[in-house]
């Protein structure tokens, strides 16, 4: 197994990186500045330099050839450039551009994308109140990282579907938090607090944990494929 890591330089990126390399397993990692992974010293690390929308569809599914997962941990900076500069749906785009790559290949793939509580899986009646789909639908509306998120699950669910072409699970975290290890977190086919009003909290390594654990275990896998998983700290 190889593994293609797309936001590999952010806070919960790196941590995938390293548990995927400590696992033996080479990772491919498509960054703008590959000195931010100049701590992470192993062989089985390859930085391409760029972002999946600077490179041409050649050069990604050149890079898909040696892969066999895809995780992506790409957000937007908490900047007012970060949230309303170009490209403003960093996400969406890439997954599309990736997708569009992965079915050219005569071979399948795993693609994990982490996203949010505040997106709502429609596939399943879930628990948003009236208070959390107005406010959710107004930073839709006004903050273009929550349509971002939003649209790239969308894109997924409706537009790739169940194909085991580009086999998905959309991971929704909660509100994220620092921590050193792993600790006992939960994971749930829907939410079970208020995304707005209650949020929980879950830490970025768990996060990193249950990504890596999805691309690795065959069995975690099938259970999760194609649905929407939210993330807690216990």
């Not at 006992?184 to 707005?196: A, C, H, K």
């Amino acid at each position: 197994m190889n593994a293609l890591i797309l936001g590999a330089t952010g806070a919960t990126g790196k941590l995938v990186v390293q548990k995927m390399l400590a696992r033996d397993i080479p990772v491919y990692a498509v960054v703008r500045d590959a000195t931010k992974l100049d701590s992470i010293k192993s062989p089985r690390l390859t930085t391409i330099q760029g972002t999946i929308l600077e490179l041409s569809l050649n050069a990604i599914e050149e890079i898909l050839s040696d892969c066999d997962v895809i995780i992506s941990c790409l957000g937007h900076n908490i900047t007012l450039r970060g949230m309303f500069g170009k490209p403003g749906l960093l996400v969406t785009d890439s997954i599309k551009r990736i997708c569009e790559a992965a079915t050219k290949k005569d071979k399948g793939y795993k693609l994990i994308l982490m996203n949010t509580t505040a997106n709502q899986n429609r596939e399943i009646s879930e628990n948003y109140s009236a208070g959390d789909k107005a406010v959710l639908g107004l930073l839709k509306m006004i903050l273009p990282p929550q349509k971002d998120n939003v649209n790239a699950a969308k894109y997924l669910s409706e537009c790739i579907g169940k194909n085991d072409k580009v086999a998905w699970i959309v991971v929704r975290p909660d509100t994220l938090i620092n921590e050193e290890d792993v600790s006992e977190y939960f994971v749930y086919e829907e939410i079970q607090r208020s995304p707005v009003f209650n949020a929980g909290k879950v830490s970025r390594i768990n996060v990193s944990d249950f990504m890596v654990r999805l691309a690795t275990d065959e069995i975690l896998w099938d259970e999760w494929k194609y649905k929407m998983p939210v993330l807690y700290n216990a």
